[in-house]
């Protein structure tokens, strides 16, 4: 194999006393400390490192950087399979576990090769012409099945994720020679200036072309008080100086231990400088995706920071004078360079590659011989386009095509571009917003003008002055369009799609003019590198073939993120119990000890029943029900809102924001409420009750009182400013105990509750102050089930000793705890709604039987005006109505249709509520039923999923239609 | 996310705020017609520029305020209380397309 | 979901702890306009309403401790440790009509946190808004939630008013973060 190690002091990132064991498709190799997972590979003379995407070509490694797309690769096992890591970027470490993707079975043999035979039929956008008949659906699985790289693991990520809040003056994204010049020069000038490094150490290419002085330059930035934060990497601008960055704090070893693995930093910066360096042009020639083609500064940093030769005899296609750069630095290691293969005419070279090494100009690649990898390749000059070829022999190929500047930074803050005709590149264009470009990124190559103009940007940053000008690129001419005009054979333009110039040409051919649709069409720039290193070549190539120029053509809009970012980095914290904010009860441990099956209703914590031995949920809450309507239950009413309403004018304000009137309460007394919101549409329900004068109790439902209260607040502050009252949500302070059951009294009375709150003395609708053992109640007569029922609030440390006392006397009550399934029967049964589910976006009052209620109040209140709209006053209007099962036996399923055909037809209506009646023995519902008011009696039918269950439309109440059961036994 | 600048509590990040639509809404009287009434309840303005809006700071001081903001750009061109109109705001040359989003 | 005690129970490592402190008496001051006769009330009480974003200390009824913080224009949190003095303070405000004292004793829980690690934790768990200078009390967004951080006297010390209901999620967060730092 033709790489191989030097020796030192190439590979200034190498620690060799440290070395390290990995695996790739299950062999077993060692690299060094400081090595990549690329760099060990291509040491130890793997050269095959991937299949291409579509035509499953083998490819090798060839960039250095986030601008991989040949050598992804899956580390890891298990639940810790970590997918498409890029392995230029992943740090070797003892125990990584790798495997090649996207072939099967083995990277040598892989069977989809067959692609690559397959071309004709497989271009651009070829789903959209080819596997069509007879039936598309036939080929898709095959197709969906060919698409993709790695494989997911099929496991929760174990590992943890965090995210950190920070703010700064300067954030500084790149830490290489200019960008650590400009965190120098910013916090010399006193600004709090942070620099963010992806790679594990700071410095960028003058680590290793100069290890020293980038030593001294971060040192000297660190000691002008710049924070240098390392393995950080800037993955995205947003609005008002937000940047974000991922931080990776362990590398995948293998260890099978969740740890702490990634950290997402959310940093306000007053200023941002990207320095974030410019990506190397690949050349466009025949072939050139072949394991041994690689872009010629990732060889010479191979070279010079992991001490690899990545070959012995490299040909350098050129168009930069960079390449004579590299050029030289590749004869320094010891590698021959068997020619400098210029596309440009002998005048528009800027350099040489000093003696010995042979430039032959105005020439291009017109073919590379080698499968599995480059064996040689040959050459023809534009002065004699079908003159022979010449053929070198070689093992290695560097492609300097010129450079692209890193602009996404610039891009994702709006900025604009600018086209270079003369070095072939697009640069911002000025700053954008908070965002200044230095360095490579901003088109300033030269390292002498770069880092003084560096300087001068974060000096004025810091201070707040007028930016310096840009200098000159200073790097000489490139070209444009790279491709021998007459070459044969794919000449690739985005590596990782496997697009080729041919591709580009038919996007052109069949109208596909615009960069977007280009991008969309090829899919070239959409991989996992985002068109790193393909994104000017193609439009570039699409400007040819459409007879436009670069600058006419245009990019697509860079978007965050820059590189893939792991989704755990986003969730954070945010996963199993501290997924949702979830509500607790105050007395909860007393239900867990009752076997309360627990779940989430809306965003509380709470009982849904307490399962018995044997039983399920359905069974306990049928258990429950029986008992509460037998005897007594209590169920613990913590969750349903209530809100404080205090102040002069707090009766007319609640009286604008009700269907029903407010005000005429006298103290003590409560009335049900229905809130609706401007479009009339039911908002929320609950009971309002008169403390005093300026004082109410409001109740709303359980999910609904911040919603509630917030609607509240909205009219105060917005449209009622001067009106005098305040509006505080209480519901936390309190603890409620519902105690329900036809001797729910005897039960109370039998624990010491007061006499004057007997059902006799206390009228349903009413709300009394009381003390019971020295505690403060607000206990309120109001009923959810249609049975006596008392709703006592008292203080949360209470709470318990008040369910403790009454669980003890509850055997001689035949008294049972009660869930949230056991009161939905209940309600069923009386005909009570539940907002959100009996109701949705469209019910307005009429729709609920409200119709009389607003009638007879004179005065305005929110939504009243939109219940006189034309389709307000619809007769066709769907209304709550109740259903028998005609056969007094099948359940009606919650959600089915109601028409009069089966589907697919209009809907006339759907079952809103249902559950079998422990108290009649049969099913009841409620339902949405167009012109319900008047079909009580009629058949219909119901439909779900193909069946049709007959109901009968009757009216509720089913159970205690006359309401006799609300005070209890007598 | 944006940094809002609350009016009692400074900038805070935009998580910490509800946006609550247009602001400065005529509301017509209950008397208004049919359509007038469908016009305040469903037509609004979707400027390219200079937009009029509410927000409540309702993760911080519960306040409802006005914020004016260039829908293009976010920028935040100033806030003002609830119940006053708009201070004397110049509106910006609007990006080219090129620029915006 | 798991104990429901267990789950507030303090969080302690190096350089960080935070407690749940169950023995203050916390009520919300509602009033309508700085001018009125809640304000004379509290002043008999010995003491006044906060400007908005700031934590006060002051000796209420009984020379006892208080601590007030302004919630919003319209609303100052008032907390004591002292439950005589926290009667007479509600006893006081009863008869006023132009604000009112609503007791949230059972629905605002504080939170103290301490140690030289607070920033790095309240960085975590909320934005820099969370970073409150000494002297300073204000409401911002924590671990999803809505809570007031004060930081009364020197600030070496912080309190986090927070919901009852949701505690046990705070301390969630909070100590799954302490784990890691």
Known sequence: MSAHRLPAPWGTRLDRAARVPFSFDGRDFEGFAGDTLASALLANGVRLTGRSFKYHRPRGVFAAGVEETSTLVDVGEGAYRSPNENAATLELVPGLTASSVNRWPSLRFDFGAINARLAAVLPAGFYYKTFKWPDWHWYEPSIRRMAGLGRVANASDPDRYEEIAVEVDVLVVGAGLAGLCAARAAAEAGARVRVLAAGPQPGGALAYRDPQRARELAASAERAGAR?????????????????????????????????????????????????????????????????????????????????????????????????????????????????????????????????????????????????????????QDAAPTGRAERLDCDLIASAGG???????????????????????????????????????????????AAEHAELAGRALARGERLPPWPAPGIGRSLAHTALSGARGKQFVDLQNDVDLGDVALAARENYRSVEHLKRYTTTGMGTDQGKTSNVNALVALGEFSGREPAAVGT????????????????????????????????????????????????WWRPAAYPQPGEDLHAAAQREAAAVRRGAGLMDGSPLGKLDVFGPDAAAFLDLMYVGTVSTLKAGQARYGV?????????????????????????????????????????????????????????????????????????????????????????????????????????MRASFCGELSYEINLPVDRTRALLDRLWARAAEFEAVPYGIEALEIL???????????????????????????????????????????????????????????????????????????????????????????????????????????????????????????????????????????????? | MLRIRCIHCGPRDENEFVC?????????????????????????????????????????????????????THEILAVYPITERPPAIVERTPPSAEGSR | MGDLEAALAPVSADGIEAILERDWHVAALRYFAVHGDLIEALAKCGLGLPALGQAVEARGPGGAHFLLAARSPTETWVMTRDGAAFGALAAQLAPCVDGCLVDQSGGLWPVRVRGARIEELLTRIGSTAALVAAGAAHVTRIAELTVMVAAPGDGAERLLLVDRVYAPHLFGWIRATVADL
């Open chain 1, 228 to 380: 240098i934060a390392t393995r950080t990497l800037a993955f995205g601008v947003y609005d008002h100086g937000l940047v974000c960055a991922r931080e990776k704090l362990v590398e995948q070893d293998g260890a099978q231990r969740p740890r702490l693995r990634e950290r997402l930093w959310k940093i306000r910066a007053r200023a941002v400088i990207a320095a974030t360096g410019a990506f190397e042009r690949p050349m466009v020639f025949p072939d050139n995706d072949r394991p041994g083609v690689m872009l010629a500064g990732a060889v010479e940093e191979y070279a010079r920071a992991f001490g690899v030769a990545c070959g012995r005899r490299v040909v350098v296609a050129a168009n930069c004078d960079s390449a004579y750069d590299t050029a030289r630095s590749l004869r320094e290691a010891g590698m021959e360079v068997v020619a400098v293969v210029d596309r440009r005419r002998e005048a528009e070279r800027g350099r040489d590659p000093g003696p010995g090494t042979r430039v032959i100009a105005g020439a291009g690649l017109s073919a590379v011989f080698g499968r599995n990898g480059v064996s040689g390749c040959s050459v023809r």
């Open chain 1, 403 to 449: 450079f692209a500047p890193a602009v996404h930074l610039h891009s994702h803050a709006g900025g604009r571009l600018r086209w270079l005709d003369a070095e072939a590149m697009f640069v911002p264009d000025g700053p954008a917003g908070v965002v200044v470009s230095v360095g490579a990124c901003a088109g300033v190559f030269d390292a002498t003008a």
């Open chain 1, 556 to 603: 697509t809009t860079f978007r965050p993120p820059f590189v893939p970012v792991t989704l755990g980095t986003f969730v954070g914290r945010r996963t199993g119990a501290l997924y949702r904010p979830l509500k607790r009860l105050p007395a909860e441990a007393w239900h867990v000890e009752r076997g309360a099956l627990f779940e989430q209703f809306g965003n």
């Open chain 1, 675 to 779: 809130v609706l919101n401007e479009h009339g549409v039911v908002m929320d329900d609950g009971i309002v009750a008169r403390l005093a004068d300026n004082r109410f109790w409001v109740n709303t439902t359980s999910a609904g009182v911040e919603r509630t209260a917030a609607a509240f607040e909205e009219w105060l502050q917005c449209e009622y400013p001067q009106l005098r009252l305040c509006i505080t949500p209480v519901t936390s302070h309190y603890g409620n105990v519902t105690v329900a059951g036809p001797r729910a009294w005897a039960w109370l009375a039998s624990i010491g509750f007061d006499a004057a709150l007997a059902p006799k003395a206390m009228r349903h609708m009413t709300l009394r102050e009381a003390t019971w053992e020295g505690t403060p109640l607000k206990v």
């Open chain 1, 827 to 970: 309600r069923t049964e009386k005909g009570y709604l539940h907002v959100g589910t009996d109701t949705d976006g469209t019910t307005l009052p009429g729709d609920i039987g409200m119709a009389r209620g607003v009638e007879r109040k004179a005065a305005n209140f929110v939504g009243r005006r939109s219940l006189l709209r034309p389709a307000a006053l619809d007769p066709n209007r769907f209304v709550l109505v109740a259903l028998d099962s005609a056969d007094g036996r099948t359940l009606l399923p919650v959600g089915a249709q109601i028409a009069p055909e089966p589907p697919p037809t209009r809907t006339q209506g759907h079952v809103t509520s249902s559950y079998f009646s422990p108290t009649l023995g049969r099913p009841v519902a409620l339902a949405m039923l167009e012109r319900g008011g008047s079909r009580v009696g009629e058949r219909i039918k119901v439909h779900h999923l193909g069946r049709v269950i007959e109901a009968v439309v009757t009216r509720a109440p089913f159970v205690d239609p006359e309401g006799r059961r609300i005070d209890g036994e007598e």
């Open chain 2, 20 to 72: 609550g639509g247009t602001s400065h809404l005529t509301r017509p009287p209950l008397g208004a017609s049919d359509g007038e009434w469908a016009e305040y309840l469903f037509f609004r303005d979707n400027p390219k520029g200079l937009h009029l809006e509410r927000w409540r700071h309702a993760q911080g001081c519960g306040a409802w305020f006005n914020l004016a903001r260039h829908t293009v």
